[in-house]
């Protein structure tokens, strides 16, 4: 660690709960920074009518803006000394109603599996989806699920306040889609979808006591969910049947038990950065 490492490790380490909206804040620039650098210089690869069109377009406009911005959350994470608290196991436990959560996000990801045409797609731009879905699961839940809902447990909130808050953050980031061209009422439907992603993704993490169930829960929803509805964002088809409708029926029971759980989130954890030995407690 070099000196100038000291005072920002410190500074992190002081429990605020304005700090994680500074750090998710911070996060989305430096994501949004290195997608315009990476546009520079590489711009000449990407489809701008389908940046889903072909591989080195997902690649360039996609995967590599991401990947740089989990590198960069997985540098500052191993920095602060918070790797174990956020990838070791959950401080608290979690109840066996929180299963309903990963279950409908497990329902949706079959049924968005079985309803994508997969001949419409070459192998290349399979593959480059997944790999870009490792990413944003990753990213996206050491953000919010990680450091986020550590954070908000070290300034001492209860469970309830951390899942909500941070699931919240989660569908706020989403709105930085206006500045691509996105219609606001697309970008409105992402926002309530996430939020009740956000929670089913905080239950899987109490739930199993990981965060890493939810980072393949969620590496593996946005590939399917892409690749089934083919594009980006796209609001899901609620009619249909078959496979359509499992999709569309456990995304919307998802996004109305993400909210119910909202009420039902309770328990308190011991701070990440308190002494060891302190009690934690859930109900």
């Given at each position: 660690?070099?000196?100038?490492?000291?005072?920002?490790?410190?500074?992190?380490?002081?429990?605020?709960?304005?700090?994680?909206?500074?750090?998710?804040a911070g996060y989305?620039?430096?994501?949004?920074?290195?997608?315009?650098?990476?546009?520079?210089?590489?711009?000449?690869?990407?489809?701008?009518?389908?940046?889903?069109?072909?591989?080195?377009?997902?690649?360039?406009?996609?995967?590599?803006?991401?990947?740089?911005?989990?590198?960069?959350?997985?540098?500052?994470?191993?920095?602060?000394?918070?790797?174990?608290?956020?990838?070791?196991?959950?401080?608290?436990?979690?109840?066996?109603?929180?299963?309903?959560?990963?279950?409908?996000?497990?329902?949706?990801?079959?049924?968005?599996?079985?309803?994508?045409?997969?001949?419409?797609?070459?192998?290349?731009?399979?593959?480059?989806?997944?790999?870009?879905?490792?990413?944003?699961?990753?990213?996206?839940?050491?953000?919010?699920?990680?450091?986020?809902?550590?954070?908000?447990?070290?300034?001492?909130?209860?469970?309830?306040?951390?899942?909500?808050?941070?699931?919240?953050?989660?569908?706020?980031?989403?709105?930085?889609?206006?500045?691509?061209?996105?219609?606001?009422?697309?970008?409105?439907?992402?926002?309530?979808?996430?939020?009740?992603?956000?929670?089913?993704?905080?239950?899987?993490?109490r739930v199993t006591?990981?965060?890493?169930?939810?980072?393949?829960?969620?590496?593996?929803?946005?590939?399917?969910?892409?690749?089934?509805?083919?594009?980006?964002d796209k609001a899901?088809?609620?009619?249909?049947?078959?496979?359509?409708?499992?999709?569309?029926?456990?995304?919307?029971?998802?996004?109305?038990?993400?909210?119910?759980?909202?009420?039902?989130?309770?328990?308190?954890?011991?701070?990440?950065?308190?002494?060891?030995?302190?009690?934690?407690?859930?109900?």
């Amino acid at each position: 660690m070099t000196s100038a490492d000291v005072p920002a490790r410190g500074f992190w380490n002081r429990p605020a709960t304005w700090k994680v909206f500074l750090l998710i804040a911070g996060y989305l620039v430096f994501y949004l920074a290195a997608g315009w650098l990476l546009g520079l210089a590489f711009g000449d690869h990407v489809n701008k009518d389908n940046v889903l069109a072909d591989p080195p377009s997902i690649l360039v406009a996609l995967l590599l803006p991401v990947a740089v911005g989990a590198a960069a959350l997985l540098v500052f994470t191993g920095r602060l000394g918070w790797l174990r608290p956020v990838f070791g196991p959950q401080p608290v436990r979690g109840r066996g109603w929180m299963w309903i959560g990963p279950v409908l996000v497990v329902a949706a990801i079959i049924g968005h599996a079985g309803a994508t045409d997969w001949k419409a797609w070459s192998g290349g731009q399979i593959a480059m989806i997944f790999v870009l879905g490792l990413f944003i699961g990753l990213a996206e839940e050491l953000a919010t699920r990680g450091l986020a809902v550590k954070m908000l447990r070290d300034a001492g909130h209860g469970e309830r306040f951390a899942a909500i808050v941070s699931s919240l953050l989660f569908a706020l980031m989403h709105t930085v889609n206006l500045l691509s061209g996105m219609k606001l009422a697309t970008v409105a439907t992402t926002v309530v979808y996430t939020f009740g992603f956000g929670m089913c993704m905080y239950l899987a993490m109490r739930v199993t006591g990981t965060i890493w169930a939810a980072i393949v829960l969620h590496a593996v929803t946005d590939p399917t969910t892409f690749l089934s509805t083919g594009g980006l964002d796209k609001a899901v088809n609620t009619g249909g049947a078959g496979w359509t409708a499992l999709a569309a029926s456990a995304t919307i029971a998802l996004i109305a038990f993400g909210v119910l759980a909202a009420f039902l989130t309770r328990g308190d954890a011991a701070p990440t950065t308190a002494p060891m030995g302190r009690s934690a407690s859930s109900r």
